[in-house]
């Protein structure tokens, strides 16, 4: 018996629809059983290494708080440096030269906003969990 490509198709696509619908169920139980709850699902993500268990909304924010400046003060830290490596190879370019010394300065200042961000928040830690 001959056969098109036509009905070659047919036939597949037969084939990968039947099995798609095979699957159908399964996965749709999954997804409107319910699933794990939301306490099931926080201890699930607290014990993936490297995350910790925050006990409250505040604790979460200030760890995130921290972590930004952390990764601000890190990369201030890298553009000083971009900068002071551009101040060297100016070689006498004025104008290269006076571009790399306002970025060291205004990264200056930024850590500077940086360190006393960091300040806050602990003051405002501090005042919240009332510790002197």
Same mark, same amino acid.
């Given at each position: 018996?001959?056969?098109?490509?036509?009905?070659?198709? *047919? =036939?597949?696509?037969?084939?990968? $629809?039947?099995?798609?619908?095979? %699957?159908?169920?399964? $996965?749709? $139980?999954?997804? *409107?059983?319910?699933?794990?709850?939301?306490?099931?699902?926080? #201890?699930?993500?607290?014990?993936?290494?490297? !995350?910790?268990?925050?006990? #409250? %909304?505040?604790? *979460?924010? !200030?760890?995130?708080?921290?972590?930004?400046?952390?990764?601000?003060?890190?990369?201030?830290?890298?553009?000083?440096?971009?900068?002071?490596? +551009?101040?060297?190879?100016?070689?006498?370019?004025?104008?290269? =030269?006076? =571009?790399?010394? =306002?970025? !060291?300065?205004?990264?200056?200042?930024?850590?500077?906003?940086?360190?006393?961000? +960091?300040?806050?928040?602990?003051?405002?830690? #501090?005042?919240? #969990?009332?510790?002197?």
């Amino acid at each position: 018996m001959g056969y098109t490509l036509a009905t070659l198709s *047919f =036939k597949a696509s037969a084939r990968i $629809a039947a099995y798609l619908h095979s %699957l159908a169920p399964s $996965a749709g $139980a999954a997804v *409107f059983d319910g699933g794990p709850s939301i306490d099931e699902s926080a #201890n699930e993500v607290a014990s993936i290494p490297g !995350i910790s268990h925050q006990s #409250n %909304l505040m604790d *979460f924010v !200030i760890s995130i708080i921290t972590r930004v400046l952390d990764f601000v003060t890190l990369v201030a830290v890298i553009v000083v440096i971009v900068a002071g490596i +551009r101040l060297i190879v100016s070689m006498g370019n004025d104008e290269q =030269k006076d =571009k790399a010394k =306002k970025s !060291i300065i205004y990264m200056v200042i930024g850590l500077a906003v940086i360190i006393l961000s +960091r300040i806050i928040v602990l003051f405002v830690v #501090n005042i919240f #969990n009332g510790t002197p």
